[in-house]
Structure formats: C-alpha cells, structure tokens
C-alpha cells in the first residue's frame, strides 16, 4: 500500500507542471514543445541508434561470422532487433502525431486559403 501511495504522488509531482501551465494558458506551447522534442530529438536518436545496430549485426553475420553459426545467429538477432526499432519508432511517430493533431496541438494551420484555377472573364 505505501508504494501505490509512492507512485501515485510521484505522478501527482509529475503533473503538477501541466496542471500549472493550463491555469495560465500555455499548455499549448508546452505540448507543442514536447511535440517538437520527440519529433526532432528522440525519434532520429533512436533511428540512428537502430541503423547503426543493424550495420553492426550484418557486419556480425557476414563478416565476423564466416564459418560461426553462433556469431551468425548474434548477428541474425541484431539485425531483428534493429528492425523491431524501426517499426517501434514508426509507431511512436504516428501516434504521437496522431494524437497531437487530433487535440489541436500540432503546429499545422488548417487550410484557409485554398489555392484554385484563376478563370477568365473574357469571352
């Protein structure tokens, strides 16, 4: 019991930011910043951190590997994992951006002034 009532004020101090920023009305800039922070930081971090993981199991299989199933099979687990990333990152992305866009967060405008063909009025 004293640890579900650690937990729960931990999350209480977690939010107490959000909950501070929404009396004020920055709420928005704040999301728009974690937004961007995921978006630009974190997702090309582990991007690159999963590529890299999938350079170094081919090199493992391939090169390292030779004649060693055992090192293949290092190799072969690499490369999924690294795959795994990629997929898990995909995912991230769009349900971050899904749900951004969704509750207004995102910075796209809506479309208000919709380009369309000029027409001539002569005849």
Same mark, same amino acid.
Not at 56 to 83: C, N, S, T, W
């Given at each position: !019991?004293?640890?579900?009532?650690m937990?729960?004020?931990?999350? #209480?101090?977690?939010?107490?930011?959000?909950?501070?920023?929404?009396?004020?009305?920055?709420?928005?800039?704040? !999301?728009?910043d974690?937004?961007?922070?995921?978006?630009?930081?974190?997702?090309?971090?582990?991007?690159?951190i999963?590529?890299?993981?999938?350079?170094?199991?081919?090199?493992?299989?391939?090169?390292?590997?030779?004649?060693?199933p055992?090192?293949?099979?290092?190799?072969?687990?690499? !490369?999924?994992?690294?795959i795994?990333?990629?997929?898990v !990152?995909?995912?991230i992305?769009?349900?971050?951006?899904?749900? #951004?866009?969704g509750?207004?967060?995102?910075?796209?405008?809506?479309?208000q002034?919709?380009? @369309?063909v000029?027409?001539? @009025?002569?005849?």
């Amino acid at each position: !019991m004293k640890k579900i009532s650690m937990i729960l004020g931990g999350f #209480a101090l977690m939010l107490a930011p959000v909950i501070t920023l929404a009396q004020f009305g920055q709420i928005n800039t704040f !999301m728009d910043d974690i937004s961007i922070f995921i978006n630009n930081t974190l997702i090309p971090l582990v991007f690159a951190i999963a590529l890299l993981m999938f350079i170094y199991g081919v090199f493992k299989y391939f090169i390292l590997g030779g004649h060693d199933p055992e090192k293949q099979k290092e190799g072969r687990q690499l !490369m999924l994992y690294a795959i795994v990333g990629f997929v898990v !990152m995909v995912s991230i992305f769009g349900i971050v951006n899904l749900i #951004a866009g969704g509750l207004g967060f995102s910075n796209q405008e809506n479309i208000q002034n919709i380009p @369309n063909v000029p027409t001539s @009025n002569t005849r």
